[in-house]
């Protein structure tokens, strides 16, 4: 069932386990994030960037997919349609298309137009019913062509933005979009402590999600963080277990060329690194 994210975070941060975000980047993406979720009885959060909603043709076809699934697969746990690493444009776009749930990224913007639009876009999503998590810090790394650091966030500027009512609110400890180099020095709880101290029961989000030992993953979660975000994984998984489909040459034997056959391999791999995310962030059956 396609919600906002409100309700799950409320009850993640006081359950003290986070609701892992998937991104989405075609069918088999989404089919098997939904029935993982189905499964083991998780809230899920689908995340869309804007780059895959582009390539998947538009907002209002990602929407139109997300909602007809829901109801064929007779999905039942909490599901919110996310925008991640939103512009302001495209937050726009997106609550016309249906999203449940939008993310405004100003966080490259100098603060005081981040927190002016960021105003603006918490009015919208309020007046809607839709959830809305904004940025401050940057997460490094590369995300749809806006490019981070890893800069910390500004404790205080993160109660600024938290003040305006959005749901959650990603801030930069550290973490890194893609793979984490060997020389990263790992999170920043010293920052994210600060950040709790100041937002009080502000649910916060983890971008950057793969790769991180599980013990930071705990700890985060222990320090408020309720929603992370998981995407670079479940593309290695896919790639890793189509690679070896074909590497085996099992794409050449009887009709193992069919798209349904050649994809399933990867569709079963992102599954099982779902449900590893899920187990490991605490969420399984508290749908």
Not at 270 to 281: H, Q, S
Request: charged fraction near 25%; aromatic fraction near 6%.
């Amino acid at each position: 069932m396609l919600v906002s994210a409100k309700e799950m975070m409320t009850k993640a941060l006081a359950g003290k386990y986070a609701v892992g975000q998937f991104n989405i980047n075609n069918l088999e993406w989404t089919k098997a994030i939904l029935l993982t979720a189905q499964e083991l009885q998780s809230p899920v959060i689908l995340g869309v960037s804007e780059g895959a909603g582009k390539y998947m043709t538009g907002f209002k076809t990602v929407a139109a997919m997300v909602k007809a699934m829901d109801e064929e697969l007779g999905i039942t746990v909490p599901v919110a349609l996310h925008l991640d690493h939103g512009t302001y444009e495209g937050c726009y776009k997106c609550v016309k298309a249906g999203f449940s749930s939008i993310m405004f990224d100003g966080s490259h913007y100098p603060f005081d137009e981040n927190l002016a639009k960021s105003t603006e876009l918490v009015h919208v999503a309020d007046q809607l019913g839709l959830s809305i998590e904004c940025e401050v810090g940057s997460i490094g790394g590369e995300e749809d062509g806006v490019v981070g650091m890893g800069e910390c966030a500004d404790p205080d500027e993160c109660k600024t933005i938290a003040d305006l009512g959005v749901t959650m609110l990603a801030a930069g400890i550290g973490n890194i979009h893609g793979k984490y180099p060997a020389n990263w020095p790992g999170l920043s709880f010293e920052t994210l402590a600060a950040i709790k101290e100041k937002v009080g029961d502000m649910p916060l989000v983890l971008h950057g999600g793969t790769g991180i030992p599980d013990d930071m993953i705990k700890k985060a979660i222990s320090l408020g963080v309720a929603k992370i975000n998981v995407n670079t994984e479940c593309q290695l998984s896919f790639q890793e277990a189509t690679r070896k489909y074909i590497e085996e040459g099992k794409d050449l034997q009887g009709k193992g060329f069919d798209p349904r056959k050649l994809l399933n391999p990867g569709f079963e791999a992102i599954k099982a690194k779902v449900k590893e995310k899920m187990e490991l962030f605490g969420s399984v059956g508290k749908a």
